[in-house]
């Protein structure tokens, strides 16, 4: 079984609007609302992908109520902690036309130290019959950031490897935790080690410097696909590629490319085709309206046209 965690879900809604202009009143053409947050995204996917899944997090007031209906209504098991606060929504513009989106993400609800510690002994009680553990998203005020480097260790000691997706203060102390795997977009990465990513030695150093701050294997994401350094019986960087299909919406798209890393993972899969079934996970969610949507059949059909390349490793990388 694979553990979700989504420390600030919320209700996503996302609208398609042709020819969107700041200032203008538009109509929307077309809307989608679902309960979000990148760890329930990612089990939305995980779930459509037919691996066995469980979200978890923090959920509150009655946008709270709300994101434990829609998670039933798409029968996607969920064992969440009930807080005080009002759990976020957030809206997605997507123009149609040109294929820009615009997203505005509430910050979230305030979280008590005492409401953390109930999340953290669900999860423990989740943990023990799980094979992998997804931590994903921004962290909500109150909450510590040393938060994912504490749920990281507790993992650990249960012997449940985490795979950690967020950004900043967050992801630099998750970092130090020692992740088996960090996940994160080009600018996340970027924020994490502290310089641009303006060429292929800029991304190659990014990803050392991400293993050197902790992970056990580091992957960064972005439009074409992905690069990372794995443990391949061996320290192995491979760059992943797919032809970019024209998109619907681009909404979660790294979600759906985590959730198809972490199935082929879990499915014992050898590193390079975990990441060539997230690249094909990744690229199909962009031909549907609303973040964590994807068709099982076309990744397998889109698996075919993704490139893998090895390159050389960094050197100093151990």
Known sequence: MILTVTLNAAIDRTVAVPNFRLGQRHRAVDSRTVAGGKGVNVARALKLLGRP??????????????ILEQLAEESILNDFTRIEGESRTNLAVVDPTSGQQTEINERGPEVRADEVDRLIEKLLYLAQGASLCVLAGSIPPGV???????????LQRLGVPAVLDTDGEPMRLGLRAEPAVVAPNVGEAESA?????????DLALGLAG???????????????????????????????????????????????????????????ATPRECLAYGVA????????????SLNPNEVERLLP?????ELEVPAGVG
Request: glycine share 16%.
């Open 193 to 201: 080690v502290g310089h641009e990513f303006n060429d292929a030695d």
């Open 53 to 66: 899944v469980i979200a978890t997090g923090l959920a509150g007031g009655p946008t709270g109520v709300r």
């Open 281 to 292: 996970c990744g690229a199909e969610s962009t031909q549907h309206f609303g973040a964590g």
């Open 305 to 309: 046209r993704v490139a893998v390349r």
């Open 210 to 268: 991400l293993l050197e701050m902790g992970a056990r294997e580091a992957v960064v994401t972005r439009e074409a696909g992905c690069v990372a350094i794995v443990d391949d019986g061996g320290r192995h960087r491979y760059e992943v590629e797919i032809e970019q299909l024209e998109p619907v919406s681009g909404v979660g798209s790294g979600d759906c490319f985590l959730a198809g890393y972490v199935a082929a993972r879990y499915e014992s």
């Open 144 to 154: 510590d950031t040393g938060v994912y480097a504490r749920l990281i260790g507790e």
